[in-house]
């Protein structure tokens, strides 16, 4: 039963998306060994003339509660591929990042709808990244031969929000990930506490053992970014880098971001300098 309060949401979000009214932003990651752009994550959004700018947090789990998710995430991406290809003639070649709800996976012929969308778009599988957030890993056992089926296909896998749900290690083993995302919890106070610097680097090597990439999500401060150059930290995004863009930005983002590059990372955290001159 739909709670009287979303109501009007669910109203207004079946016309947004009927009427092609949501739109994609995309939010760069960048590598941490020499700055280049990696890849761009597409993230919906909806601006509604009503009742504003409503996240992803609300009208996400009501497109699941209420049978829209499918048509939402096929919505977004051919969006997102149709613009992968745009950046692509103009010389941009990165790769694609798009969230995915849990409840596509159900649908034994999703590996070959996104396949078909990626053909029908010249789009390489290469060049698109699935993001799958933690909290539904166990279910996501379940799904093996979906996921794999992704992965036979190229198509890369990340794990969204890692260190929030209920993945154990073992499960980490068996699913067919590529990438894994340090959720952005774990920065938060990584400069000052020994303990959760501690645990980001057994994150990463965690990531590294099991052959994945290892991405930090939030990052916010530039001591945040010099450490996790030192912790061997792969991928990062955040509102330092970058917030999400339009896509006609991305080009002129990318030019002051490579002039940015060398002024970040000429000097290191003050956490490694107090340990450098420690062991002085």
Excluded at 39 to 53: H, I, M, N, Q, Y
Excluded at 76 to 102: K, V
Excluded at 201 to 219: N, P, Q, S, W, Y
């Amino acid at each position: 039963m739909i709670a009287a309060a979303d109501i009007g949401m669910l109203d207004g979000f079946e016309r947004a998306l009927i009427n092609n009214r949501l739109h994609l932003a995309y939010q760069p990651k960048i590598s941490l060994v020499d700055g280049t752009l990696k890849r761009v994550e597409a993230l919906v959004r909806w601006d509604d003339p009503v009742l504003g700018s409503i996240p992803p947090s609300r009208f996400v789990p009501l497109a699941e509660r209420n049978g829209l998710i499918d048509p939402l995430t096929q919505w977004g991406l051919r969006t997102a591929l149709r613009q992968w290809r745009e950046w692509h003639a103009a010389g941009i070649d990165i790769c694609l990042a798009f969230n995915i709800s849990a409840l596509s996976l159900e649908h034994l012929d999703f590996p070959d709808l996104v396949e078909r969308m990626c053909r029908a778009l010249e789009v390489p599988t290469e060049r698109l990244v699935l993001e799958l957030t933690e909290g539904g890993t166990q279910p996501l056992i379940k799904m093996m031969d979906t996921l794999t089926r992704f992965r036979i296909k190229g198509i890369g896998l990340a794990i969204d929000d890692f260190g929030t749900g209920y993945s154990t290690l073992m499960q980490l083993r068996q699913l067919p990930f590529t990438e894994l995302k340090i959720d952005r919890f774990f920065l938060t106070d990584m400069i000052a506490s020994a303990d959760s610097r501690l645990i980001v680097k057994t994150m990463i090597d965690l990531a590294h053992g099991l052959g994945l990439t290892a991405t930090a999500e939030g990052v916010e401060t530039e001591d945040q970014l010099r450490l996790l150059r030192l912790l061997g930290c792969d991928v990062a995004q955040g509102y330092l880098i970058a917030t999400p863009l339009a896509p006609e930005a991305l080009g002129e983002w990318y030019s002051e971001w490579q002039e940015r590059w060398p002024k970040l990372t000429k000097s290191l955290p003050a956490i490694a300098r107090k340990q450098a001159n420690a062991r002085a």
